[in-house]
């Protein structure tokens, strides 16, 4: 397609992508309260790399295209929450364990530590993703306002 069937592509899929993203965050607080919790906060894990160039540029590149992807989604679950009245908590993936080593007061190792051990219980898969989610909404747990 051309760069104006692209971009009016591009625009429906968002808009498709934030009625789909607050559909699934309505749906965690109904399945929350439900179990007699409030969901209050999220935490977002943010990309570490440079801002993306415009769509031009995206599309002559393959990974710029998963970057953007990336990008897109991170979007939708951000406004996504600001409607659903959610406190986010943003930080950064590669700055995620010295945060997390820092306001928690553990070395990196024991922290890491600790987040595999958490998992064990719950058995396979506990891969990197679900180590980081945990890691991060301990840290949306603690953070003030």
Known sequence: MDLTEAKTFLDQL???????????????????AQQGYELTRAALLLAS???LPELPRILESHAIIHTADGEFFRDALLRACARADLYVTKIKERELLATASSTLGRPPTKLTQFISDLGKPLGSPWTQDEKFATLAAWLAHIEKR
Do not use: D
């Open 14 to 32: 968002r808009k498709e992508s934030h009625k789909l993203a607050l559909a699934a965050i309505h749906a965690a607080q109904t399945e929350a």
């Open 49 to 51: 790399g440079r801002p």
